[in-house]
């Protein structure tokens, strides 16, 4: 079965503040692939990252990064130094061979981050 | 840069009324797809669609639900007799191939069911 846990279901950040969401997958997959997406207030979603199985290395985009470590099936996702526009449900999704076409979302983290 | 775009953004319906929601995918894309997230929930895939056929559906999309790619740049969700739990964002999706690669998201479409 292929699962996501996001833990956290609310975190509130100062301004400037590093925040780290946290999400864990199951699958019993060797190739999958993990993403992140960002929905605002306003509803959409914002697509932020996608990560495959075979490749570990951290990455980093601007004030955003994300840990990726199979050993512990965790894919974090850290926004350094943040923002008031960061405020939003941030959702960690999963896709395998044996979900086919479909994303499984795990049930999002809602940031606040106060001014 | 290239999106995809759902209409409405918000429909308010009767519950048993039909609806029908719209996407337009983006044009060089293959594969698309319909989520669903009830208020404050996560997303929750509905139904794929390549090839002009339902490639994949989950237990949620069942007979009520439809779905149709009428023309080339049109890909719609039919809910036939609307209750009042199907009230949600429902998120239109396409990509160039299978999970693989990323899906990119619609604005989605607020449906209350009253």
């Known amino acids: 079965a292929q699962k996501v846990t996001q833990a956290q279901t609310e975190i509130s950040v100062v301004e400037k503040e590093d925040v780290t969401l946290d999400c864990v997958y199951e699958?019993?997959?060797?190739?999958?692939?993990l993403f992140w997406y960002k929905q605002p207030p306003s509803g959409e979603l914002v697509f932020l990252i996608r990560r495959n199985s075979f490749d570990e290395q951290n990455e980093i985009s601007g004030r955003y990064s994300w840990n990726f470590q199979k050993s512990t099936s965790s894919f974090n996702f850290t926004i350094t130094a943040s923002q008031v526009v960061d405020s939003a449900v941030y959702f960690c999704?999963?896709?395998?061979?044996?979900?086919?076409?479909?994303?499984?979302f795990g049930t999002g983290t809602s940031l606040t981050v106060i001014p | 840069e290239p999106e995809v775009t759902q209409t409405p953004s918000h429909q308010v319906t009767q519950m048993g009324q039909e609806v029908i929601l719209r996407c337009v995918p983006i044009s060089n894309h293959l594969y698309f797809y319909w989520y669903r997230q009830i208020l404050g929930q996560k997303v929750e895939f509905l139904v794929s669609?390549?090839?002009?056929?339902?490639?994949?559906k989950s237990e949620i999309f069942d007979d009520q639900f439809s779905v149709e790619r009428p023309d080339g740049s049109n890909f719609t969700l039919k809910i036939r007799s609307t209750k009042l739990e199907d009230s949600a964002m429902y998120f239109c999706?396409?990509?160039?191939?299978?999970?693989?690669?990323?899906?990119?998201f619609g604005p989605g479409t607020r449906l209350t069911v009253l």
């Open positions: 999704a999963l896709s395998d061979t044996n979900t086919g076409n479909q994303f499984y």
């Open positions: 669609f390549y090839n002009n056929e339902i490639s994949e």
């Open positions: 699958t019993r997959d060797t190739t999958y692939y």
């Open positions: 999706a396409s990509g160039w191939g299978s999970s693989y690669n990323e899906q990119f």
